[in-house]
């Protein structure tokens, strides 16, 4: 699992995407990014987030998003993003949807 702070933006998405294409490049089939309440997001954030999700996706993984905060998870529906990515409101729930690693 992977949380994210205070921001998710061009300054560190960068570094957020490198962690986790390298994750997967080490094997991993199955992540959970956790967006910290009030965390704040810009696209490049979420361009992260769906670059993470189409490759494991290619390669028969799965990522869940956390996202707590009512008020982003609002926003990623109203961009249609909750119909591309996994959204989970807990970890609790995450780790129930995932399958067998």
Do not use: N, Y
Request: overall charge neutral.
């Amino acid at each position: 699992m992977v949380a994210v702070g205070h921001t998710l933006d061009i300054s560190t998405a960068p570094a957020l995407k490198a962690e986790l294409f390298q994750t997967v490049a080490a094997g991993a089939s199955q992540l959970v990014v956790e967006i910290e309440p009030r965390c704040q997001i810009d696209s490049s954030g979420l361009a992260v987030l769906v670059a993470v999700h189409k490759r494991l996706e290619r390669l028969g993984g799965r990522l869940i998003v956390v996202i707590r905060d009512r008020h982003i998870a609002s926003k990623l529906e109203a961009l249609g993003l909750d119909r591309v990515l996994t959204l989970a409101g807990s970890r609790a729930e995450a780790l129930a949807g995932m399958g067998p690693a």
